[in-house]
Structure formats: C-alpha cells, structure tokens
C-alpha cells in the first residue's frame, strides 16, 4: 500500500524548483556548495519518496541519532527536526503555520520549533509513521515531544527511545551500544524484518569516506581568507542530518572539498574580503539564508565553523558489527550538539576555544536559540572563557533559529553591524 511523506514531497518540489532557478541565474562559479547540496538532495528524497510508494515502512527519527544504523532495514527513514527547519530555509513564511497551529492547540510556545512544528505535521496527518526512534537528549524538549509524536493518534505510534547516558567513559560506551543493539531488535519486531549488517556496513563506509573528506574540507578552511562561503556551515548541518550513511553524503562532500581545494590551490578565495573571522559555538540561523551571504560581503565576516560542521569522534575502520555498534555509540554520543548540549558545560566550552584558535577566529556569535535552556546558562561563563583564554569577544543574539518572528532578521544584521565596528 503506497504511503504518504507530503512534507518530503513539498522540500523535494522546492528544491527543484531553486536547483533549477540557481542553474539559469547564477554563473557557474557561484553557489557550488549549494548546488551540489541541492542535487544530492533531491537524488536521497526521491530515493525515500519512492521506498514510501512502494509501502516500504516509514520510520520516523531525531536528528540526533546515528541514523545510518536505520540503513540495515529496508524503510523509509524521516527525520523530524529536519522538516521544520527546512521550510524555514526554502519558504518565506518557513513553518509559521504549524507552529501557530501547535501553539493554538495550547502547546507551549517556548519549545524548540524543530520539534514544534513536526508536532502540527502529525496533527495534520501529513506523514503515515509506523515507528519512531529518538535518544534522551540533548534536551528536554526532545524528551516530551516525542512522548506527543508517539500519543497523538487514537492508534499510537510506537516508539523506541534509547537511553543517552550523560557520563562519557567506558561504562557509558557499552550501555548505549547494548541500547543501540535493542533498539534495532524492537524496530525489527514492529515492522517484520531482521536486521540486514551487510546494509549496516555499507552505511557505515559511506559515513567514513563523508567524514575523511570533511576533515579535507575543515583543514583546507583554516587557510585566510577562508576558501568557504558561510553559507556553506548550514548547508553541511543539512547533509549532516539529512544524508548519515548515503553514498549522496558521500558526492555531496567530495564535490565540496573539490572546489575548496581548486579555490585554495587557485587563490579564488575572495582575497581582500575576510575582514573577520567568527566561531558560532553552537547554531547557526536557518529562516534567513541570505543572512549569511549579506555577512560575507557587506560586513565582511566569516562564519568559519559551528559544531555541525566538526565531528569530535574518529570515522569507524571495524568490519565487526559488534564493534561498529560500539563506535556509533561513541559517535552518538558525541554527535554535534548531543555532545555539547547534553553533558557538562565544560565541553561547550573546550570544544568551542578549541575551534576558535584552529579556525583562526578573531570573534565569536552564539545564538541563542529560544528553546535552549540548558545552554543559555552557560552564555556568559563562555563570553569569559573566550575572553580570558584567547583574548576575543562573543556577541550574544537572542532569537529562534527557525522563526523569523522572534528577532527579525533586521534586528539581527543591526547586532552583528554594531558588534563588528567594536572589532579591531
Ligand atoms: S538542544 Fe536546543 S535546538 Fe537542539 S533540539 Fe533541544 S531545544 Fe532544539
């Protein structure tokens, strides 16, 4: 029986159309990074799409999970906190109307609208799920919505949680690989299949080879001034939760070390332009993308680097799929913002000084994104760590990473105008 992903369809449709806007507007040279997103991106929803019309189970997971072990099961796999975002990125209005929807129905409106708005997807019906996956963390808003994901129907959906323990050390390793391993028994019995590790290993050599190149990319992004558009961090965040384990991931990341290398090699990095060099310690804003191209050339700042786009854990060599298990547990545990978000804020801290002096900042910007409670805590122990250790500002934005209402993008360039004339 055909089955229904409609919000996959709408991006898909999207992504067309601005694939193919960008192909008759833009010179060659310009936007490689986005192109190259834009075709993988369609190439893996149409893929998804299609395993949803041919009645293949539909399997609905948080961006947060090692979503490459979902690949030795043959599904459909959607990732919630993804949709949202994206038609903040593709759409005018982004999500509002879901979110207005949510907030209606009296759901509190300070919640993480990634999560938000997949909640009036579901009241609306718009995807048919047979399962649903999610960690404990990072938050608790991802712990209470996926209690509502999985309630809302009179039929509920099933849902599988794995335990994120907090601590990081041998023990932890070895409890969430054990939680990891259950979880795919019980997705096994929900939908009828035994899980395929033949699939599992191919997923995994995929993740390898995107991440081999991502380290290319990252140490190719140290260089002055950098080779990247800023643009370029969100786009990788997508493809970082969108494409874990597809051979897309892997095209799409080649294809951007290619062109970091030609620019690099060529000097094509917009020599004279790189005024300032910024860190974001943990997100970077979605509902404006030209956001990013305006900071380029009218401040002439970069944003170099978000923890997205670094991933603090080794790509996995092992054939054993016990060991596998337990290097994805590793990895999950220290996937971006599970590792900064969901542990003691000195990670926060020593991965964000960290980056700074790699990446050569000379400033940071946090964002601090509405629904974060746990991180809007740790705001000014940062600042001074920033200061006190390495001796550079971080200016602080209050606003919703995927609502444009909260602070209006205006508001937004004024802080950022105003903060890069207090730099030297
Ligand atoms: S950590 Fe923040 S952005 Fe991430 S899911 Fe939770 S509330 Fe949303």
Redesign the pocket.
């Known amino acids: 029986m055909t089955r229904t992903i409609i919000p996959y369809e709408i991006i898909y449709e999207a992504a067309d159309v601005q694939d193919d806007l960008i192909a008759r507007v833009l010179p060659e040279h310009e936007q490689q990074v986005l192109k190259s997103f834009l075709k993988n991106l369609k190439s893996a929803l149409s893929d998804i799409l299609e395993a949803a019309r041919e009645g293949k189970p539909i399997l609905g997971y948080h961006?947060?999970f090692p979503a490459e072990i979902f690949y030795c099961f043959d599904l459909a796999p959607v990732c919630f906190?993804l949709l949202p975002y994206m038609y903040s990125a593709f759409f005018r209005d982004g999500a509002e109307y879901f979110y207005e929807r949510i907030n209606a129905w009296g759901h509190p409106y300070h919640?993480?609208?990634?999560?938000k708005g997949m909640m009036a997807m579901i009241q609306e019906g718009l995807i048919d799920l047979d399962v649903i996956c999610t960690p404990t963390g990072?938050?608790?808003?991802?712990v209470a919505s996926y209690q509502f994901f999985s309630n809302y129907k009179k039929k509920k959906t099933p849902l599988i949680v794995a335990d994120l323990p907090v601590y990081q050390n041998d023990r932890a390793k070895e409890y969430y690989a054990e939680e990891l391993k259950s979880l795919l028994e019980q997705v096994g019995k929900i939908i009828g299949q035994e899980p395929d590790y033949g699939r599992l290993k191919t997923a995994v050599k995929n993740n390898r080879e995107a991440h081999e190149y991502l380290i290319e990319i990252n140490q190719l992004k140290r260089t002055i001034p950098c080779p990247l558009e800023s643009l370029s961090n969100s786009i990788i965040t997508s493809a970082t939760v969108f494409l874990p384990g597809r051979p897309e991931k892997v095209q799409f990341l080649k294809e951007v070390y290619e062109v970091t290398k030609k620019r690099v090699q060529n000097n094509e990095s917009r020599p004279g332009f790189e005024k300032h060099r910024s860190v974001w310690p943990y997100?970077s804003l979605f509902f404006d993308l030209s956001f990013y191209e305006w900071m380029d050339r009218e401040i002439g700042m970069t944003q170099v680097i978000d923890p997205f786009n670094i991933y603090f854990y080794e790509p996995i060599y092992s054939n054993d799929v016990d060991e596998i298990l337990t290097q994805i547990a590793v990895q999950s545990q220290n996937y971006p913002?599970v590792r900064q978000?969901?542990t003691f804020i000195e990670t926060l801290i020593d991965d964000s000084l960290w980056a700074a002096r790699e990446f050569k900042a000379d400033c940071a910007i946090f964002t601090a994104?509405y629904?974060?409670?746990?991180?809007v805590s740790a705001i000014q122990i940062l600042k001074e760590a920033f200061r006190d250790e390495l001796g550079i500002p971080m200016l602080t934005i209050e606003l919703d990473?995927g609502d444009k209402r909260f602070t209006s993008i205006q508001s937004i360039k004024e802080q950022v105008s105003e903060f890069a004339r207090t730099l030297l």
């Open positions: 961006f947060a906190e919640s993480c609208t990634s999560q990072p938050c608790d808003n991802t997100l913002m978000g969901s994104h629904a974060c409670k746990q991180i990473c």
